[in-house]
């Protein structure tokens, strides 16, 4: 048995050769460890069912479910770092968006401005905007728009279906450079940087996590110039589960935004 891996977070089609040339540095390094992997990555619509697979070897999550959901159910291996968002290794934060055309100058023109947003356990997406909102008395009162995707949000907010999302800063270095209507948007402000997005494998490998994030480092480091460009990687951070632990503190959903139960 090989197991399982999947690396869904970023693996835009534009850049899907840089994803299966990680998981090749990956998995040729695991193999090097003694540590038997799919040849092949995981691609299925929805990848939330793998990340507690017993026999999962690596995959990637979002910081928000991983300290409310996963904490103690699946082993932290490490969150990537991306130097072309400039935040801290292995710290990333989200930026707000809104056309060129009509960006609100301040957080109080939200009010009255409709919200896209991938998905509620998102920490990029929803919880980090709400969490900005809160803690300046600010809401938005339309009915937010819920989109199943980043991409999907730069979409609706550029065809005016919204008015503003929050968009993972990795993922918007990525619009920028393949997504043509994320060329009529422009970022208004930004949430405060927290870790990352994580890569976990199942506790099952608990004892090989180091042999895992070694390989993982290895990997990284063995890039061509050329990948390591496309998929904005530049190394990993072996955070520790409670550095990610803030992120599970309670969400003032209500106040932000009242219209999402509407």
Known sequence: MTGAASLPMYDWPEIRHATDALWAGIRGNLCKRGIAAPAALDRSADPEPLWTEPGLILSQTC??????????????????????????????????????????????????????????????????????LAAGGHASLPPPLQTGAH????????????????????????????????????????????????????????NNGDAISGAVEAAIDELEPDIREAALLTGLVRFKPEDYAPLAAALPVGQVFPGLAS
Do not use: C
């Not at 023109?109 to 969490?131: E, I, K, T, W, Y």
């Open 63 to 132: 910081g928000y479910p991983y300290a409310t959901r996963l904490t103690g159910k699946v082993a932290l291996v490490g969150t990537p770092a991306h130097a072309a968002t400039g935040a801290s290794p292995g710290h990333y934060f989200s930026v707000l968006i809104a056309r060129k055309r009509d960006a609100p100058v301040r957080l109080d023109d939200l009010a009255g401005l409709r919200f896209a947003f991938n998905m509620v356990h998102s920490q990029s997406g929803f919880a980090a905007p709400v969490r900005l």
């Open 151 to 206: 991409r999907a949000s730069i979409r609706a907010v550029a065809e005016g279906e919204a008015d503003w999302a929050a968009i993972d800063a990795v993922t918007w270095e990525l619009a920028k450079r393949h997504e043509p209507l994320a060329r009529d948007l422009v970022v208004f402000a930004r949430t405060p940087e927290t870790p990352a997005l994580p890569l976990i494998t199942s506790l099952r490998q608990t």
